[in-house]
């Protein structure tokens, strides 16, 4: 009976799809981070369903986020945000809903990343990939063990050496992690505290920087600094003696999640793209490629041995102690740009 | 003949209209959005306020400006001083030369100036071309690296911006009338003295000119500082980037880039005013020399 039942269902799946590639529109508007997807895996999406894919990528949240909300949440079939904008855009209005069980692959993600505040049920988001932010030490000209936290940076041999995030979340949130306070605090007198903890070390800063981490320290200019946890994998293969560190205060996470805007043309072949994502097989290259984290757990199990061995792309759960993910802070978020703009305009 | 007309009426009508679109239009929905309110979700509300244009009024702004316009001043500088000997030496090349030496600085204009940064980047970093070359030549013993330094920064400006001091001031040292350099001379001047008593003065509007097109790009070149300089200081177009993106307060980016834009337009006034006083007093110069 059940196999009957089974038979039944694979048959109606089969036809099923087909119509539904037949129904979707004929192309699919991606927005996607810089460097976050393979060439590869649209092809071979193309290729199967005929949805032609027109592709663009922003560098930041907060890029993406006012092209969509100028355009009234049109123009993109498919967009990525990061945790800490999703409830934002959630809240706003800009997203239409996801129905999970419209998934055929919804089941192959890790149950730990899914129902989390930012997005109860999964109702607008899907998974893609997440990661930490932790500290990049080159151990041919750092003596290796001296650097395993955050306050490690104030170490008098790094001065002049270190690689600091442009990002005011990333460069704040390391100072309130390494004074123990949250790095999501909308409480002024903490990112008060933070903002002096780095006019301490601004001396020491080599340099600002956000998306020429892997550059630097193949370079050398660094010898320690911030680091997401796929540029450290990448990099590590050419220089293996740049270690990653997850800093004993706590690393600071970021997940990205597929969304489709309230406003999208293409909304089934939105959801079409999303489940082919899903695929265990595509998941798994998608994340050899970048070294981010999976959430796929069907995914995990096909990544190669070293990749699945490998703490930097998948953390053990010792690594992760103290680690938050960055989430919004709503109304403090011009607290941290006016201290941010203070550290910056202060002299050495 | 009328085809000509024709032609030049729908050349000007193409680049007014393109200026109309892409930059009247643009500076006026900022000068109009720097007078609204401030509105969380929909970045602005009606309702006339000058309330962004008092929120500039703080010391860090003030401390953001200062920095750019002392960046932009000591750009304008180092391309003054590394152009001037440049211009000079292609106004004394011989005629068959000029052109292609002109060419030569043109060219670079052809690429984009942020790639052109990266090129720099590759040149200056540690074992980049530089590094090599100078170990190479056993100068040093290890790689070196001029990256995220103020000399990269200004390497930086100056690469970038020499070509806008250059032009103008070759048109003006070209024009420069080699007798009155003999004048001088046969008056017992030595060549610093000729140089500064005829050729600066005569050179000046050149200087000017060549000043202020250096200058004001200069003002809103904040991805050089960050990518060569290593970013460690807030200049006006991170300002107004991190307003309008990160915080999402339009009114005052708005206000702060309009603020720019008439500091801007005040100085084009002010050199266009020197421009012509400079004119006038050649022709009173003439006027009494012509006198008996």
């Known amino acids: ?348 | 003949m009328h085809d000509g007309a024709l032609f030049r009426r729908i050349c000007i009508l193409g680049v007014a209209a393109w200026l109309l679109v892409f930059a009247l239009a643009p500076n006026a929905g900022l000068l109009v959005v720097s007078f609204l309110t401030r509105h969380p979700e929909d970045f602005v509300a009606p309702g006339l306020t000058l309330e962004a244009y008092g929120r500039l009024m703080d010391p860090t702004f003030a401390a953001i400006f200062w920095e750019s316009v002392r960046l932009a001043a000591l750009a304008t500088l180092v391309c003054l001083l590394a152009g001037y000997p440049f211009a000079y030496g292609i106004a004394r090349a011989s005629r068959r030369w000029r052109p292609w030496l002109l060419l030569l600085v043109v060219v670079p204009f052809w690429t984009n100036s942020l790639i052109r940064t990266y090129a720099v980047i590759l040149i200056l970093k540690s074992r980049g071309v530089l590094s090599n070359l100078l170990e190479a030549l056993g100068l040093t013993s290890g790689p070196v690296s001029l990256l995220y330094t103020d000399t990269a920064m200004f390497i930086g400006f100056t690469y970038t911006l020499l070509p806008f001091m250059v032009l103008p001031l070759f048109a003006a040292i070209e024009k420069l009338d080699r007798n009155l350099l003999d004048a001088a001379r046969d008056l017992g001047a030595g060549s610093l003295r000729a140089f500064w008593n005829v050729t600066l003065p005569l050179t000046m509007p050149g200087i000017l000119a060549g000043s202020m097109l250096v200058f004001l790009p200069a003002l809103g070149m904040f991805y050089i500082p960050e990518l060569l300089g290593g970013g460690k200081s807030m200049l006006l177009g991170n300002f107004i980037k991190n307003q309008m993106l990160l915080a999402r307060d339009w009114p005052l980016g708005a206000a702060a880039s309009t603020v720019l834009t008439v500091a801007l337009a005040v100085m084009i006034v002010l050199w266009r005013l020197a421009t012509l006083r400079a004119r006038q007093d050649e022709d009173d110069d003439i006027l009494t020399e012509g006198a008996p």
């Open chain 1, 1 to 348: 009976m059940t196999k009957r039942i089974a038979a039944l269902l694979l048959l109606a799946a089969l036809v099923a799809v087909p119509s539904a590639w037949a129904e979707a529109g004929k192309t699919l508007t991606i927005y996607n981070w810089t460097d976050y997807m393979p060439q590869s895996v649209l092809d071979e999406f193309t290729a199967e369903t005929g949805i032609k894919v027109i592709y663009s990528t922003y560098d930041s949240n907060e890029a993406m986020f006012t092209k969509l909300k100028l355009m009234g949440g049109k123009g993109y079939d498919i967009v990525v945000p990061s945790t800490y904008f999703l409830s934002l855009m959630r809240e706003q209005g800009l997203l239409a809903e996801i129905d999970p069980k419209g998934l055929t692959n919804f089941a192959n993600l890790d149950p730990e990343v899914l129902n989390k505040p930012f997005d109860p049920e999964n109702r607008y988001s899907i998974p893609y990939m997440w990661g930490s932010t932790g500290l990049m030490v080159n151990t041919a000209q750092v003596a290796p063990g001296t650097v395993t936290s955050w306050a490690d940076l104030k170490r008098p041999e790094l001065a002049g050496r270190i690689l600091m995030s442009s990002d005011l979340r990333d460069g704040l949130g390391v100072a309130l992690k390494a004074l123990g306070h949250s790095m999501n605090t909308r409480d002024e007198a903490e990112i008060k505290a933070a903002y002096e903890w780095l006019l301490e070390l601004k001396p020491a800063v080599r340099m600002f920087t956000s998306d020429g981490a892997k550059q630097v320290f193949a370079g050398e200019e660094a010898v320690v600094g911030l680091i997401f946890n796929g540029d450290a994998s990448q990099i590590r293969e050419e220089m293996p003696e740049l270690e990653y560190v997850y800093p004993r205060e706590g690393a600071m996470l970021w997940m990205d999640n597929l969304c489709i805007p309230a406003g999208a043309q293409n909304k089934e072949g939105a959801m079409l793209f999303i489940d082919f994502l899903l695929r265990p097989e595509i998941a798994a290259r998608i994340a050899e490629e970048f070294r981010y984290t999976t959430p796929n757990k069907a995914a995990q199990a096909l990544l190669p041995e070293e990749l699945r061995n490998d703490p930097i792309v998948s953390p053990r759960p010792e690594d992760l102690v103290n680690s938050e993910f960055q989430t919004g802070v709503g109304d403090a978020l011009p607290v941290y740009e006016k201290y941010w703009e203070m550290l910056k305009v202060a002299g050495d």
